[in-house]
């Protein structure tokens, strides 16, 4: 008999690693198809990520290519999270945007709202 090969649920190890702030968020990500584990769509949550893996997701206005290094065992502090992968996205430049057409004031209630379900609809679809 060959030994299972160590793995932790793909959601749990999102939300361990500090990409989302729940594991319901992982899960909703996860069964959207938009997470490529090695490569290849997923959808089921209790799918196991193992060290090695390579994961690819948008997360907000960016797409995030992680190698899985650990497991880990808790969901420790922002430090101890970092540690259990290697980000392989190269560096980018942060654009600068600005939630105004002018750019020259404070933006209005109305265009704060826009530009919220902007990023919302970005990060949805």
């Known amino acids: 008999?060959?030994?299972?090969?160590?793995?932790?649920?793909i959601d749990k190890w999102l939300w361990q690693a500090r990409f989302f702030k729940t594991r319901s968020l992982a899960a909703k990500l996860v069964q959207s198809g938009k997470l490529r584990l090695n490569g290849n769509s997923i959808?089921?949550?209790?799918?196991n990520v193992s060290p090695g893996d390579v994961l690819t997701f948008p997360k907000m206005l960016e797409t995030k290519?992680?190698?899985?290094?650990?497991?880990?065992?808790?969901?420790?502090?922002?430090?101890?999270?970092?540690?259990?992968?290697?980000?392989l996205a190269p560096p980018q430049q942060k654009a600068s945007y600005s939630?105004?057409?002018?750019?020259?004031?404070?933006?209005?209630?109305?265009?704060?709202?826009?530009?919220?379900?902007?990023?919302?609809?970005?990060?949805?679809?």
């Open 1 to 9: 008999m060959s030994e299972a090969q160590p793995g932790l649920r």
């Open 43 to 47: 959808s089921k949550p209790a799918r």
């Open 65 to 87: 290519v992680i190698e899985v290094r650990d497991l880990g065992t808790r969901r420790g502090p922002a430090p101890e999270a970092q540690m259990l992968y290697r980000d």
């Open 99 to 125: 939630a105004s057409p002018k750019g020259d004031h404070k933006p209005t209630a109305q265009e704060r709202r826009a530009l919220k379900k902007f990023k919302h609809d970005l990060e949805n679809n």
